[in-house]
Nanobody, 121 residues
Framework: QVQLVESGGGLVQAGGSLRLSCAAS????????MGWFRQAPGKQRELVAA???????NYADSVRGRFTISRDNAKNTVYLQMNSLKPEDTAVYYC???????????????WGKGTLVTVSS
């Protein structure tokens, strides 16, 4: 069974830092893009940052310069280092990965269950 499991969320004061991790497990042949999305109460889910298998990155304007996405392909893991956090960063953060499975080479998007990040003012 394929799973994406996030960790690292929590409560932090404004200006603080958190590091999120997301590990993919299961019968995975390869992973294309990986990314982080977030959804605040009453808002739509939005892309925070994404990274290709080759290491190219993309960031939402609201987090560029404060957040850094990285990945460890050997561990099938993606990270999100979040610095200078603001109350408006409060949201549930979801991991997303485009997986190629041994059982399904066509590729599919998978999602984690989310981890809550709360930034207090």
């Amino acid at each position: 069974q394929v799973q994406l499991v996030e960790s690292g969320g929590g409560l932090v004061q404004a200006g603080g830092s958190l590091r999120l991790s997301c590990a993919a497990s299961g019968s995975i042949f390869s992973i294309n893009a990986m990314g982080w999305f977030r959804q605040a109460p009453g808002k739509q889910r939005e892309l925070v940052a994404a990274i290709t298998s080759g290491g190219s990155t993309n960031y939402a304007d609201s987090v560029r310069g404060r957040f850094t996405i990285s990945r460890d392909n050997a561990k099938n893991t993606v990270y999100l280092q979040m610095n200078s956090l603001k109350p408006e960063d409060t949201a549930v953060y979801y991991c997303n990965a485009a997986l190629i499975l041994y059982s399904d080479p066509s590729g599919m998007d998978y999602w984690g269950k989310g981890t809550l990040v709360t930034v207090s003012s």
